[in-house]
């Protein structure tokens, strides 16, 4: 089954340019020069979580569609701080056949790509990245542009809470709308691997290689 990949800001860059932007310092310095900038705490995460996810050389979940639902079911009602990040940055990869979190926007039918999740506000909550397939461009040289929530973690709220009380800002007013039930089903999908990770039951860790060394987990 083939999944989608998450493409970084990086990643964009590489792309639009034709040039090799090479992972190091000076290209996230420059990136997170840009985002204190623009004034977006939001960009600034993000950067941060891909370069988290790069240096541990892109690891990612293949989540197969069998799984979702039970997935994306379970009731939560335990104490929100114990969601912890199995990883330093938790790369989501749904199957581009047969995938469960689609939506209809203006005719076409839209399919929730990928997942990346990183800690944020110095580990007191959790930024979730969600990836459509969302541009800001042309084509495929276009910058991606994702949806996110930012699920805060702590000992007064249990998952369900802090997922009821999550909230979006003006930029989610712009482009693809993403249906606030699917947003909250994909935060869910995150909390649910998380606290699942150790389970041997329902994760099988791996290593593939595609470009660099990869460690990957199947979810079936």
Known sequence: ??????????D???????????????FYRVAFADAVEMGSGQFIAQLQTEQEWERA???????????????TRLSLEIDSALVQLPLPA???????QHNLLTFDWKGKEVQVRCLMAGEFNEGRAISV????????????????????????????????QSIAGLR????????VQVPESLIMDCVRLCCTLCLLEND????????ARQGPSQVRANWR
């Not at 964009?12 to 000076?26: L, Q, T």
């Not at 041997?200 to 290593?207: F, K, N, Q």
């Open 1 to 10: 089954m083939d999944f989608h990949a998450y493409t970084t800001i990086r």
């Open 12 to 26: 964009a860059c590489k792309r639009s340019s034709g040039v090799d932007v090479p992972v190091d310092e000076n």
């Open 57 to 71: 050389k892109r690891p990612y979940y293949n989540v197969w569609p069998a799984i979702v639902p039970m997935l």
């Open 90 to 96: 938790l790369c989501v990869r749904l199957p581009k």
């Open 129 to 160: 990245l969600i990836d459509v397939g969302e541009t800001m461009g042309d084509g495929e040289i276009g910058i991606p542009v994702y949806t996110y929530r930012n699920f805060p973690r702590q000992g007064n709220l249990t998952v369900e």
């Open 168 to 175: 979006h800002d003006g930029y989610a007013e712009v482009g």
């Open 200 to 207: 041997p039951s329902v994760i099988e860790t791996g290593c």
